[in-house]
């Protein structure tokens, strides 16, 4: 069964154009990580500073390199003076 995760930044005010640039560098090294079914990037059309990554992994040991690669601990750490609060991280599976 794969594990699906929605991972939410809040960029201050300020920040909306730089966080956007950031996490958008998220998206060609992740899509090419072994396990990686799915991996989207949104935008909320009422609330320009929310961005919400959308990803869908094979296992739990995909997403375990996943959170070692050095593209992830770097937005991580380079995103910290962008957001307006911690970023909010859920895992989940399917209901049913």
């Known amino acids: 069964m794969s594990i699906h995760i929605i991972a939410r ?8 154009d730089a966080l956007r640039t ?14 990686c079914i799915r991996y989207e ?11 919400t990554f959308v990803e869908e992994w094979a296992s739990q040991a995909a997403i375990d390199a996943h959170m070692q690669t050095p593209h992830l601990k770097a937005v991580l750490v380079d995103s910290a003076p962008l957001v307006a ?3 909010d991280v859920r895992f989940l599976t399917a209901a049913a």
């Open 41 to 51: 990037l949104l935008n909320n059309t009422a609330d320009a500073t929310d961005f």
């Open 22 to 35: 950031l996490l958008l560098g998220m998206l060609a090294p992740t899509r090419k990580e072994e396990g």
């Open 85 to 87: 609060c911690p970023v």
């Open 9 to 16: 930044f809040t960029a201050k005010p300020d920040t909306i």
